[in-house]
């Protein structure tokens, strides 16, 4: 018997989770906080309160509570995913596995890459990387694309803007580099955070040293994530953020370039 899980999201038809057409699957509960975090309500590892608002009239407006995040099984799952294998086919797609963070829910997320390599459809596991080597060992076999977030560099920064250490997360990277898996770095641009320039030249030396890694995509913040915190009634630390300007993105693009790496922005 195959285990069930947590998700609060399934999106269809996805164009920024890996190559392709994709299904994404979201599984709660993530080890970090990180404050540009556009999934606060896939942070914890249960299902979460928040306020849904409807239009009564032309004038008013109605709110009720709701509950984000649902228990599922592998095999509903499963389901859902071979409904749109024609897509995954005729456009190189597949299945990605996203959150949260999908290593957190470590038993459910191994079954339901089985239930994938049996159904013959590519998979991608959307990580921060911040889990026990042992843990990535047993699965990363299974998984045909990582798409590894790399956020800050300096330990402390990391520590205070994602409420960990990034020393795992680093080694961890390594190891999957050295073995040769198929990784696209993932980089959220967060202006006067992670696109410090301190921050790049560190991110620029370190994956100078990656062997096996070729491209790397660019997410700049954004405000879509802004009406989730206050649906949650979560303090959004980034409220007055404003998203980095085509320049900046273009300035960084480059610099990624001069590396031999593919650069994409968006996903
Ligand atoms: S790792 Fe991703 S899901 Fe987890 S808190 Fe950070 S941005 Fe949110």
Known sequence: MTSRGLIFDIKKYSLHDGPGIR???FLSGCPLMCWWC???????????????????SKSSLTATKELIGREASVEEIAAEIERD???YEESGGGVTFSGGEPLMQYAFLSDLLDACLKLKIPTALETCGYAPWEVIRKIKDKVDLFLYDLKLMDEKEHQKYTGASNTQILSNLN???????????RFPVIPRITDADGNIRQMTE????LKTVREIDLLPYNKLGKSKY???????LLMDLEPPSHERLSQLSDGFKVLGLKVKIGG
């Open 175 to 185: 190891k999957l580099d050295v073995d040769g898996k198929n990784i696209i770095i």
């Open 206 to 209: 370190f994956l100078r040293t």
């Open 38 to 56: 556009q999934n606060p309500e896939g942070q914890k590892l249960d299902p979460q309160e928040a306020l849904k608002i409807r239009k009564k």
């Open 230 to 236: 206050e649906k949650l009634n979560r303090l959004n």
């Open 23 to 25: 299904t994404t699957i």
């Open 85 to 87: 294998r024609v897509f």
